[in-house]
């Protein structure tokens, strides 16, 4: 397992990998603001409040979900640890979420904005691409002769992450393991990410479909069960939302027999920790 839930102390995991090239771009262009967008429990709106308060900007999330608005009693840990790190929240309804990657949606930001750095819901963009080159050069010193390598797949960036900078070698393959239900669509995003920032061959790759528990931060009893094993076992924490899903899809893998014996396989704990908090766990049916 690749421990990228200890690689950075308040922005853990794949979010530092997808922070930082923007964090420095945003310093460049002068920024004041950071801006951006996620759900009640977005690991990504937990670390951009972090890097806004490391690196001293204003930040905004917009949250969705506008029955929130008033009910700061029914808020996750995520949301509170948000605002205590200086954020601004703004609760949105569903349908304006759904258009906020629209012209007008963002003219609106930039003005409200003026000198703000806007990030997409979970971070991915070009520059979050760019941002696991690191990572995919630590795997070259640390385990040369790997074969697999699983990830959890949210939007899709990370796994394009290490498509378009894994160095290439025949018996390779990335495996993202799916956390949404219908995520069919995945496919093409992450082929998009990868034909525009990847200028060399690339391993083959596929999207495991079968192992996201019913949908988004819902999960099976089985797969609760593997969390508990895998922790008490290895003593390894893993979140409730990514982490669980991606062991839990490996071990059916490896009892399939859907691995050939003498691979080295690569697990990447893309962190999330923040989001194992009692509060909520016991809320992640709402999203
Ligand atoms: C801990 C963790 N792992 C994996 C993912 C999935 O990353 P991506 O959205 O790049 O697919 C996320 C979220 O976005 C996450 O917070």
Same mark, same amino acid.
Request: proline share 3%.
């Given at each position: 397992?690749k421990? =990228?839930d200890?690689?950075?102390p308040?922005? %853990? @995991?794949n979010?530092?990998? &997808?922070?930082?090239l923007?964090?420095?771009?945003a310093?460049l262009?002068?920024?004041?603001t950071?801006v951006?967008? @996620?759900?009640a429990?977005s690991?990504?709106?937990?670390?951009?409040?972090?890097?806004?308060k490391?690196l @001293?900007?204003?930040t905004?999330?917009?949250?969705r979900?506008?029955?929130l608005? $008033?009910?700061?009693?029914t808020?996750?840990?995520?949301?509170?640890?948000a605002v205590d790190n200086?954020m %601004?929240?703004?609760?949105?309804?569903? #349908?304006?979420?759904r258009l906020?990657?629209?012209?007008?949606?963002? +003219?609106?930001l930039n003005?409200?904005?003026?000198?703000?750095?806007?990030?997409?819901?979970?971070g991915t963009n070009?520059?979050?691409?760019l /941002?696991?080159k690191?990572?995919?050069?630590?795997?070259e010193?640390?385990?040369p002769d790997? *074969?697999?390598?699983?990830?959890?797949?949210?939007?899709g960036?990370t796994l394009? /992450?290490?498509?378009?900078?894994?160095?290439?070698q025949?018996k390779?393959?990335?495996l @993202?393991? +799916?956390t949404l239900k =219908? #995520? =069919?669509y995945?496919?093409? $995003?992450i082929?998009?990410?990868?034909? !525009?920032a990847s200028?060399h %061959?690339?391993? #083959?790759?596929?999207?495991?479909?079968n192992?996201?528990?019913?949908?988004y931060? &819902?999960?099976s %009893?089985?797969?609760?069960? *593997?969390?508990?094993?895998?922790?008490e076992?290895?003593?390894i924490?893993? $979140?409730p939302?990514?982490?669980? !899903?991606l062991?839990?899809a490996?071990? *059916?893998?490896?009892e399939?027999?859907?691995?050939p #014996?003498?691979s !080295?396989?690569?697990?990447y704990?893309? /962190?999330?920790?923040q /989001?194992? &908090? !009692?509060?909520?766990i016991?809320?992640?049916?709402?999203l």
């Amino acid at each position: 397992m690749k421990r =990228d839930d200890l690689n950075h102390p308040t922005i %853990q @995991g794949n979010k530092w990998h &997808k922070l930082k090239l923007n964090l420095q771009q945003a310093q460049l262009e002068n920024k004041t603001t950071l801006v951006t967008f @996620g759900g009640a429990y977005s690991n990504h709106i937990a670390a951009v409040a972090a890097a806004g308060k490391d690196l @001293g900007f204003e930040t905004h999330g917009y949250i969705r979900g506008e029955e929130l608005r $008033d009910s700061p009693n029914t808020w996750s840990h995520t949301l509170i640890e948000a605002v205590d790190n200086g954020m %601004q929240l703004h609760f949105i309804s569903r #349908s304006d979420y759904r258009l906020k990657q629209s012209f007008e949606f963002l +003219s609106t930001l930039n003005r409200l904005h003026p000198n703000a750095y806007i990030l997409p819901e979970g971070g991915t963009n070009e520059y979050a691409i760019l /941002g696991f080159k690191e990572v995919c050069e630590d795997l070259e010193n640390q385990c040369p002769d790997w *074969t697999h390598l699983y990830t959890a797949v949210g939007t899709g960036g990370t796994l394009a /992450g290490f498509i378009a900078n894994a160095r290439y070698q025949p018996k390779r393959q990335l495996l @993202g393991v +799916s956390t949404l239900k =219908d #995520s =069919d669509y995945l496919i093409e $995003d992450i082929s998009n990410w990868v034909t !525009k920032a990847s200028n060399h %061959q690339t391993n #083959s790759w596929r999207l495991l479909q079968n192992y996201h528990g019913n949908g988004y931060a &819902k999960s099976s %009893q089985e797969m609760e069960d *593997t969390q508990v094993w895998f922790e008490e076992s290895f003593g390894i924490p893993l $979140d409730p939302v990514y982490t669980q !899903k991606l062991v839990f899809a490996f071990l *059916t893998e490896l009892e399939n027999n859907h691995i050939p #014996s003498g691979s !080295k396989i690569i697990l990447y704990h893309s /962190g999330g920790l923040q /989001g194992r &908090k !009692k509060q909520d766990i016991a809320q992640s049916t709402i999203l």
